[in-house]
């Protein structure tokens, strides 16, 4: 029978976590990549143990934050997991430049850096610009899945006799909000936030040890690093670690590793769909047991098109960094499923809240604030930042949103993206799910576009289904039958993509200026 891992209380660190698990299952498999022997349990415990030691013998200890700089694979999910078990892992995007880095490395008070020497990058260069030391991430082809070594180049030391472990208390995980409209803040995450966190997805899901994922997400990110690699770790379960999202290789990886499920932000189902036509036997002969959907909101449209094709039930959650990801998810089957909704309570305790502070009940639309062990005890030295977060014990998580009469929350939309056309209010999801419905629509996104008179104006950016046409009369007139004319986009644009963040994600704000619309 499997092992289904319950949210154990006693396991408040990733070091607790791995040990039991090394000591349940130390020979099973838990690291699997393309063209790679697998790595187990056990070795993943050993490959920690030396890496933490490592570190200590170069005087890195607990807390202490080790930017981390590799591609998407398992090097990358073995690094995290060790290096926060011995310190805190600052993932950053390989795609970073050198004034993005300086401006990383210093904020951060980094006290070293690991990264690829493959890898065209200048955060070497530049982390010994700044007296940081470096770790070169060594690995072979031959050698198992996430096995590496390090070598360091900033003088020899003696190794560490014995390593000293994180503890619950101590920080797992830096990572610095998308800064879209401000400087980043700096989000701390303790060993015992993802660890809650870990254990909440794993309970969700149902995870079991015979479960095999296969993770798509950029490893930098949270919804990589909490939703597939430490759930998977929460539930005694597998792990295939790609090189990062790729549609044309999605099938042939879905077809060779048989993962029972796989985690991705709605912009990558939508290209998985766009191809899945070209793959019929791959998609016929799939196991999935569910696919997740997390980070931007899922078009229904989206949700019932993927339930169709790969005859598993989507399960859209609702999750953001400063609670180590989860925060609500619809439930599985025979549970509804609520399209449009993000769900249920899913780990911390959630409410909609007005501006005076006071709890709105069901129906009632309002900021949504959430509170429990997943949730980050605040910004890292930001007081301002954390006086405008927390209300009455409740973090505000910046989205608008309602709660059903069953329960299930909805969210309307960012606040910051909530356009303001001459004084009327227009959530922009609530337009794209109009404009998908439209037959030549493939995806949509809506956003604010500044004007002189009104302050604001709607506008959409269209990218069509292939092989469809439509212009943007015909995609006005669509929306006018379904929407109030407050709604009704004054600017469509046609694209052939959309421009999206590092992660996937469709980004509104902004997007009027990367247009040349403002």
């Not at 610009?129 to 996430?146: K, M």
Request: with cysteine; hydrophobic share 45%.
């Amino acid at each position: 029978m499997a092992d289904t891992a319950s949210n154990d209380a006693s396991i408040r660190s990733i070091p607790d976590l791995l040990a039991a698990r090394a000591t349940g299952s130390g020979q099973r498999s838990v690291f699997l990549s393309p063209g790679r022997p697998d790595l187990s349990y056990e070795a993943l415990l050993q490959q920690v143990n030396d890496t933490v030691a490592a570190l200590n013998a170069h005087g890195i200890r607990r807390d202490d934050r080790v930017v981390v700089v590799l591609p998407n694979g398992p090097e990358m999910a073995v690094t995290f997991v060790a290096v926060a078990s011995g310190a805190t892992a600052a993932p950053l995007n390989p795609a970073y430049k050198t004034d993005e880095l300086n401006f990383y490395f210093s904020d951060l008070d980094a006290k070293a850096l690991i990264v690829d020497p493959a890898l065209d990058s200048p955060a070497a260069e530049v982390a010994q610009s700044l007296g940081i030391p470096v770790f070169f991430l060594e690995a072979g082809a031959d050698r198992p899945a996430g096995a590496f070594t390090l070598a360091c180049r900033s003088g020899d030391r003696p190794p560490a006799t014995d390593p000293v472990f994180a503890e619950s208390g101590d920080i797992a995980l830096v990572l610095h909000t998308s800064g879209t409209t401000s400087r980043p803040k700096i989000v701390p995450l303790s060993h015992a936030n993802v660890c809650a966190s870990a254990f909440n997805i794993t309970d969700t899901l149902a995870l079991t040890s015979e479960d095999r994922c296969l993770n798509i997400m950029p490893l930098f990110h949270i919804h990589g690093l909490m939703g597939a690699v430490l759930s998977s770790l929460a539930a005694g379960a597998e792990l295939v670690a790609t090189p990062g999202f790729d549609a044309m290789r999605f099938f042939r990886w879905l077809g060779d590793f048989r993962p029972s499920w796989y985690t991705a932000v709605p912009t990558m189902h939508q290209a998985i769909l766009a191809r899945a036509g070209r793959n019929e036997d791959i998609v016929r002969l799939a196991k999935l047991r569910l696919i997740r959907s997390s980070s931007s909101a899922l078009p229904p449209q989206v949700m019932k098109t993927l339930e169709d094709t790969f005859r598993a039930p989507v399960i859209e959650s609702y999750g953001m960094t400063e609670a180590a990801h989860q925060m609500a998810s619809n439930p599985l089957p025979p549970a509804p499923r609520k399209p449009g909704s993000v769900g249920l309570p899913a780990g911390p305790e959630i409410a909609v809240m007005n501006d005076a502070g006071d709890l709105l009940a069901a129906g009632e639309t309002a900021e949504v604030v959430i509170r429990g062990a997943n949730v980050t005890a605040g910004y890292d030295r930001n007081p301002d930042a954390n006086k405008d977060a927390y209300s009455g014990g409740w973090f505000r998580t910046g989205d608008q949103g309602y709660f059903d009469a069953d329960g299930y929350l909805f969210i309307t939309g960012r606040l910051k993206e909530i356009i303001n056309c001459g004084g009327e209010k227009v959530s922009p999801r609530e337009v794209d799910e109009v404009l998908l419905d439209h037959p030549a629509v493939r995806q949509a996104v809506t956003f604010a576009m500044p004007h002189r008179m009104l302050g604001e104006d709607v506008a959409a950016a269209i990218v069509l289904a292939e092989n469809k046409t439509a212009d943007a009369r015909e995609i006005r007139d669509f929306a006018a039958e379904r929407l109030a004319p407050f709604k009704v986009p004054g600017r469509v644009v046609f694209l052939d993509e959309i421009p999206k963040g590092p992660t996937g994600k469709l980004q509104r704000i902004g997007l009027a200026q990367k247009l040349g619309l403002a």
